[in-house]
């Protein structure tokens, strides 16, 4: 097999692993054990807590003394084990803890795959930035395949969603094992601070006001994303309850219609460079902070009927919701930060995106939703839910628009995208 398929297929097991239970576990929560709301959002919790300190960890053992491609195979074979026990738990604490120590084995996984594709593809003499993000692609692409098998297999709403992502960690494990040697590089000096070691350096950054401002702004997007993921397909299976939706395709195939916001991500990403080029970081920012709007506003309003087409909108501004603030986001890091602390710089937009926006999104999220728009017998109020962060999101962007100040220019944009 060539270098570039076999990257290809770890990119696709990467996020296939992902894909198989995170739209839908959900469903598992409220549906087949019936727990409660405000725990669920402890669930998605974990993500967030586990990208705050795991990839700068494993960065540093990669770096320093264990080859990446074994250290992920290692990851992911734990990673597997833990989801494969999931199914064994009866109660809503140890499901958390469960959980937890698998995305501290998965989520470094992610940043170590693109470590391990970049460090291969230079060692072959291939040009990373044209041949990488096809590779890419296909991790969106296992994704989605992922969420397919997951729903068209009836597992949508039962355990066996974790032995599927469990099977496939544990071969993507193994296979990590066949890969090209990734050696420790020692690029770290033997002098370096602790502070260093753990580019902690970077935090400095927040003495800058507009890089400050930055990182705040990924954080309460970083909260936004989380809310899709935690709710989406649960909110497409609870028209169920809805007699005359019931035997919707919406409900029977919710997570196929929460697919096409993965699909619709992979074909905004081919139009970021138009529009960084034409309208500039600040303004591709404040269009992702507006279509985060109109996905919470489209899903408030939607129904499988009549309004279905809300629904199929709203998955589609999602593409442009969750890539243009990402790349965005990287290309303003990339060109505002000293090369010295840039790679810790990007680091931290990481971890104020996925860790404590995924904290913050999934503890307060998972409150309010228990506390104020669930009733007695557990039914939420789907509209208000959605309306709630329409608005939560329209604040963001307003305060965003008037407070961060960035002059568009487009040589340097050029620049770093190629």
Request: net charge neutral; aromatic share 18%; with cysteine.
């Given at each position: ?12 097991l ?9 739209i ?14 405000a ?15 795991m ?9 320093r ?11 992911h ?20 803890w ?9 989520m ?43 729903n ?107 697919s ?53 909108v ?45 904290v ?59």
């Amino acid at each position: 097999m060539g270098i570039k398929f076999r990257l290809t297929l770890m990119s696709f097991l990467q996020f296939f692993v992902w894909g198989a239970w995170l739209i839908t576990i959900a469903n598992y929560w409220f549906g087949t054990k019936q727990w409660g709301g405000a725990e669920f959002g402890a669930i998605f919790s974990t993500l967030g807590l586990s990208s705050i300190f795991m990839p700068a960890l494993t960065g540093i053992i990669a770096d320093r003394w264990v080859n990446a491609e074994k250290l992920y195979g290692i990851l992911h074979v734990l990673g597997g084990l833990a989801l494969a026990y999931i199914p064994m738990v009866t109660d809503p604490t140890t499901f958390f803890w469960v959980i937890f120590i698998a995305m501290i084995f998965y989520m470094p996984t992610i940043s170590l795959s693109n470590s391990i594709a970049y460090t291969i593809l230079k060692n072959n003499q291939f040009d990373v930035v044209k041949v990488f993000p096809p590779i890419r692609v296909w991790g969106t692409v296992g994704f989605i395949v992922a969420m397919w098998i997951t729903n068209l297999t009836g597992n949508k709403a039962s355990a066996n969603q974790f032995y599927i992502a469990a099977i496939a960690a544990v071969a993507l494990g193994i296979y990590a094992f066949s890969l090209p040697k990734c050696p420790p590089q020692k690029l770290t000096k033997k002098d370096a601070s602790l502070v260093e070691s753990l580019g902690l350096d970077a935090f400095k950054l927040f003495g800058t006001y507009k890089v400050a401002l930055f990182f705040i702004f990924s954080m309460f997007l970083g909260g936004a994303l989380q809310l899709t993921n935690m709710y989406g397909d649960v909110f497409l299976s609870d028209f169920e309850k809805v007699p005359e939706y019931a035997d919707s395709f919406v409900v029977k195939y919710s997570t196929i219609i929460m697919s096409i916001s993965q699909i619709s991500e992979t074909l905004f990403i081919l139009a970021i460079p138009f529009f960084l080029k034409r309208f500039g970081i600040k303004m591709v920012m404040l269009f992702s902070m507006l279509a985060w709007v109109l996905r919470f506003g489209f899903f408030a309003y939607g129904d499988p009927q009549e309004g279905l087409w809300m629904i199929i909108v709203s998955c589609i501004v999602y593409g442009m919701a969750f890539d243009f603030f990402n790349i965005s986001g990287s290309l303003f890091v990339e060109t505002t930060t000293d090369s010295k602390i840039r790679s810790s710089a990007q680091g931290l937009f990481m971890m104020m995106t996925n860790g404590f926006g995924a904290v913050l999104g999934s503890f307060v999220s998972g409150y309010v939703i228990a506390k104020y728009f669930t009733d007695a017998n557990g039914t939420k109020d789907w509209h208000n839910i959605w309306l709630s962060f329409a608005v939560y999101a329209l604040i963001v962007a307003v305060a965003f628009a008037v407070l961060f100040k960035h002059k568009h220019n487009p040589e340097e944009v050029e620049n770093v995208m190629h």
